[in-house]
């Protein structure tokens, strides 16, 4: 299930259950931001019990050449984190 409000701004908040976040756990809420032209709406996605960032979906909002409307146009999930003892070192 999943909800999206807007008021207007370009602001608003999505959540998401099991059918369609990103990352392997994908129930999480989201902060959403349309960009100026109001094509795309990039909704970066947050766990809903500590806030960690898990990922985020990029949507267009009108149909064009090559894309409809509603279509994930892109997506990035965090899979994993780690802590290193120093800049530069691998996990």
């Known amino acids: 299930m999943a909800a999206d409000t807007d008021?207007?701004?370009g602001a608003g908040s999505y959540l998401?259950?099991?059918?369609?976040?990103v990352g392997a756990d994908p129930?999480?809420?989201a902060v959403a931001r349309t960009d100026s032209g109001g094509r795309v709406q990039v909704q970066w996605i947050f766990d809903r019990a500590d806030y960690t960032f898990l990922g985020e979906h990029?949507?267009?909002l009108?149909?064009?050449t090559t894309v409809r409307k509603g279509?994930?146009?892109?997506?990035?999930?965090?899979?994993?984190?780690?802590i290193v003892?120093?800049?530069g070192t691998r996990p």
């Open 7 to 9: 008021n207007g701004t």
């Open 16 to 21: 998401s259950g099991g059918d369609g976040g």
């Open 27 to 29: 129930a999480g809420v």
């Open 58 to 60: 990029t949507v267009a």
């Open 62 to 64: 009108t149909d064009g």
């Open 71 to 82: 279509d994930v146009t892109g997506q990035m999930a965090v899979l994993t984190r780690a």
């Open 85 to 87: 003892s120093r800049s």
